[in-house]
C-alpha cells in the first residue's frame, strides 16, 4: 500500500493555447490519501504550463462536481469555497472526482484561429476556416475534468468509470496498481460513441519541474496507449471540436482532462518545490 504523501501542484496547456482563452484544470494536493483524511482539491488556470493561477471556484457555473467512490456519488457542488475544497474521504479505495464546467467562449481573428486549429489537429474544421472570408471567429467551449486518487488501498473500478459525460476520457487500467514500464489504455467518447483519430496529448510532470509530452491518436475503437514510463503526475488532454449549431458561436468545443499519480517506490517528495511549482497559495 502507497501511504507517500505526494503533494503537487501542475498545470498543462497545449501550444494551442498560447494563441486563446486560459484553461482550467483540477487538481489534489495530494493523490494518496488515508480513510477520514482530507482531501484538498484546486481549480487552477493557465496559458502556460510553467505558470499558473487559482482559479475561483463558483457553484452558479459550475454544472456537476461529484466524488464517486465504490458505488456512492457525492455531490460537491456546495462544499467548495474559492478555489480550494475541503472533503474528509470516508473510505478506502480508488475515488474518482469529477467536474463539468458551464460552456465559456472565445473569440480570436482568422489567423490566431487558424493556428489555434492547426495546434491542435483540427483538420476538418482548418479547411472550413481556410474556406471563409470570416475575420473574427467565436468558439464556445465545455470543459470536463476527472482526477483519480488512492484512499488507502488502490481498490475498487471506480478507475474505468463511465460516467456519461458528452466528451470523455476513460481508463482501462488502475494506474495505481501498476508497476513501472506498464502499459495504460484509454478510451476517447463523444456522446457515448468511440472517437477515432482523436488527438490525445500526454503529459508527464516529474520530480524537479521536468515535463514529458506525448502525442497519443485514437485508433478506429477510441484507444490510445502509453506507458507508465516515469514517476509523476500524468494528464491526459483532448479536445473535440465541431462546427456550432447555435448561432451565439461559429465552433463549439468540448475539452476533456485526466489526470492521476503514478509512484513504483513510494518515496515521491511531498511538496510542491520539489515539483517546480513553489508555494501558490
Known amino acids: 500500500m502507497k501511504n507517500v504523501r505526494l503533494f503537487v501542484l501542475i498545470l498543462f496547456v497545449l501550444p494551442a493555447f498560447k494563441t486563446s482563452a486560459q484553461s482550467y484544470f483540477l487538481l489534489p494536493e495530494n493523490f494518496y490519501l488515508q480513510k477520514d483524511s482530507i482531501l484538498n482539491l484546486h481549480l487552477l488556470q493557465s496559458t502556460d504550463f510553467s505558470k499558473e493561477t487559482g482559479a475561483p471556484y463558483q457553484s452558479v457555473k459550475t454544472q456537476k462536481f ?9 455531490d460537491l457542488t456546495g462544499k467548495a469555497q474559492d478555489s480550494i475544497l475541503n472533503y474528509k474521504t470516508p473510505e478506502e479505495g480508488l475515488a474518482l472526482i469529477d467536474i ?15 493556428r489555434y486549429l492547426n495546434d491542435d ?25 476527472k482526477s483519480l486518487i488512492e484512499v488507502g488501498k488502490p481498490t475498487g473500478k471506480i ?26 489504455s484509454a478510451i476517447v467518447k463523444f456522446k457515448g460513441q468511440p472517437v477515432t483519430d482523436a488527438t490525445v496529448m500526454l503529459y508527464v510532470k516529474t520530480v524537479g519541474g521536468s515535463i514529458f509530452p506525448q502525442k497519443l491518436v485514437t485508433d478506429a475503437g477510441g484507444n490510445i496507449y502509453f506507458k507508465l514510463s516515469r514517476e509523476g503526475i500524468y494528464i491526459l488532454y483532448s479536445k473535440h471540436l465541431e462546427a456550432s449549431t447555435d448561432k451565439t ?25 520539489e515539483f517546480g511549482f513553489g508555494d501558490v497559495h
Do not use: C, H
Open 66 to 74: 461529484a466524488f464517486y467512490q465504490g458505488n456512492k456519488t457525492t
Open 100 to 114: 463539468v464546467s458551464e460552456t465559456g467562449s472565445n473569440e480570436m481573428s482568422r489567423n490566431k484561429f487558424l
Open 121 to 145: 489537429a483540427q483538420d476538418k474544421v482548418t479547411e472550413k476556416v481556410k474556406n471563409s472570408n470570416q475575420l473574427y471567429f467565436k468558439e464556445k467551449y465545455t470543459i470536463y475534468m
Open 159 to 184: 478507475f474505468n468509470k463511465e460516467i456519461g459525460e458528452q466528451y470523455e476520457i476513460i481508463l482501462q487500467q488502475n494506474p495505481y496498481k501498476m508497476n513501472y514500464g506498464d502499459d495504460v
Open 249 to 273: 458561436a461559429d465552433f463549439e468545443s468540448w475539452r476533456s482532462t485526466y489526470t492521476f499519480a503514478f509512484s513504483s517506490n513510494n518515496d515521491l517528495p511531498n511538496s510542491y518545490k
